[in-house]
């Protein structure tokens, strides 16, 4: 339906990888601290042993439904996490995070690349998609820096949920 756009950030840290990863890789909680809707997940095994994981969500007017890929981790160094669109806007959303050491610290490369599935998607895309995540990838990396320095208790600010 479209090309995909790839918009790519690099941010430096005055600590190694090793204490980058926990903080930018726990993906979960980077998503909560974007304000991200929680998503359902639903598990599919398959005959020959492996696990189809199936998500949904809400976000703005638009239903999505999308399939999780495995993601590739390698610890202290870099992930990739795929997301395949069923139903919503998107095609595809694909995350990349390489951690590369640089003198006593490291430098974070951060892809995202999303692929419209529909005019919505195009227009999404268009009309700051991508400059709205750079707002949200910045502020949270200033709080991953302020937390690897030590200077904050956690590695991201949460706003309690209301039971």
């Not at 390489?98 to 690349?113: I, K, S, V």
Request: proline letters at 7%; aromatic letters at 12%; one cysteine or more.
């Amino acid at each position: 339906m479209g090309t995909a756009h790839l918009h790519h950030w690099t941010w430096r840290f005055e600590q190694p990888p090793a204490a980058i990863w926990p903080a930018l890789a726990d993906t979960a909680r980077f998503n909560d601290a974007a304000g991200l809707p929680k998503h359902r997940i639903t598990e599919l095994p398959q005959a020959d042993g492996t696990v189809q994981y199936s998500a949904s969500a809400k976000v703005g007017p638009f239903a999505l439904a999308w399939r999780e890929l495995p993601v590739e981790w390698v610890t202290n160094q870099r992930f990739r996490h795929v997301r395949l669109f069923e139903r919503g806007p998107l095609k595809t959303l694909i995350a990349t995070l390489a951690l590369t050491p640089e003198g006593g610290g490291c430098r974070a490369d951060y892809t995202l690349e999303a692929e419209p599935a529909n005019f919505a998607g195009r227009a999404l895309l268009a009309l700051g998609f991508f400059r709205s995540a750079r707002q949200t990838f910045e502020r949270l990396v200033t709080q991953v820096k302020e937390y690897a320095a030590g200077s904050r208790a956690e590695p991201f600010e949460y706003k309690a949920v209301a039971l």
